[in-house]
């Protein structure tokens, strides 16, 4: 007899088989404009391996103490990652390394319009480690490091970003079967990771990643653990599987996950999608206007996007320190 786990599981796949067949949502059929603007990257010997063989991994992490740990700081500089997926697309990454060892990892998934350097100056915050990438005066607020909330002083994050197949600068075509691959190389890959607690890890994404983060936190729990939520900025199902299925396979996890959704209430398929979405550990949470994805990411939203992110992380256990 197959344990309850398992047949989850097995349900699990054979749902998402379905969705992907059957389903004829939507997609975005925009592409957004994007920034082209990159970030010089300094390349250190020491950091997350560059190529994960073990597929298995998922071993309680045992660590040194806060005191050691703060004794020894990281070097805040990003590492370049590249990883393949299991057809064989090469994928390009980067690694922010949290202020000292074993703390939580963020993996954070980006919009159509743009690709992981959309999130260049979000993830340097959550590393809290004093060197901030900013874009002064631009018109993308989620590159204007200046209204950002103040980061709890003792709270410094692991953040993993990433880029779509056929999204450099922004995605050219949809590919959601692609994407979910990628996804699924993306949450192995980070099993590779040295000096990270990858049993604290939570995933962020926007838009095409809002649901990717869902998905991507769903198959990390399946295969290894332990993920503990999914923060999603303007879902739609954008990647053939229903937002509201995907939260029901996010809380069937053992244990449950938590998946939280962002939208503004004239985004009408985010709406719509987040709305439809329920579970004992989901909570969706409205903002005035008709923003979407990472344009959601603004001092004029209400409440503050980044400051509610950091709620969810304390809700799901990896920030005690976050508001």
């Known amino acids: ?17 379905g ?15 994007s920034e082209t603007e990159g970030v010089k990257v300094t390349e250190e010997p020491e950091g997350p391996s560059k190529e994960s063989t073990d597929d298995s991994i998922g ?24 990883f393949r997926t299991s057809d064989g697309v090469e994928l390009q990454g980067m690694f922010y390394p949290a202020r000292t060892a074993y703390q939580p990892l963020i993996v954070m998934m980006h919009w159509a319009g743009g690709d992981m350097r959309d999130w260049q100056v979000i993830a340097p915050w959550l590393q809290n480690s004093g060197v901030q990438q900013d874009f002064v005066g631009s018109e993308r607020t989620w590159l204007e490091v200046s209204w950002f909330p103040v980061m709890p002083e003792d709270v410094s994050f692991n953040v993993f970003t990433f880029t779509f197949r056929g999204c450099e600068g922004g995605c050219q075509s949809l590919d959601p079967e692609g994407w979910l691959l990628d996804i699924e190389a993306a949450m192995m890959f980070i099993q590779g990771f040295e000096g990270v607690d990858l049993s604290r890890v939570a995933t962020v994404g926007a838009s095409i990643g809002a ?64 709305e439809n979405a329920s579970g004992d550990l989901y909570q969706a949470t409205e ?17 503050n996007p980044l400051i509610y992110m950091l709620s969810f992380f304390n809700k799901i256990g990896i920030c005690d320190d976050c508001p």
């Open 1 to 17: 007899m197959c344990s309850k786990k398992d047949q989850l599981k097995l349900l699990f796949v054979l749902l998402l088989m």
């Open 59 to 82: 071993v309680d992490i045992i660590g040194p103490t806060p005191a050691e740990t703060e004794m020894n700081p990281i070097p805040p500089e990003p590492t370049a990652q590249s």
């Open 211 to 274: 649901d990717g983060a869902v998905y991507g936190c769903t198959y990390y729990n399946a295969v290894t653990s332990v993920c503990h939520g999914a923060f999603s900025i303007s879902p739609g199902g954008y990647l053939k599987i229903p937002y509201a299925d995907a939260i029901t396979y996010l809380e069937d996890d053992m244990p449950p996950a938590s998946g939280w959704c962002l939208f503004a209430v004239g985004d009408t398929q985010s709406a719509t999608a987040c």
């Open 287 to 303: 903002v005035e206007g008709q923003a979407h994805g990472m344009a959601l990411i603004s001092p004029e939203s209400d409440p």
């Open 19 to 33: 969705a992907l067949i059957l389903s004829g949502c939507d997609i975005l059929a925009d592409i957004f404009p």
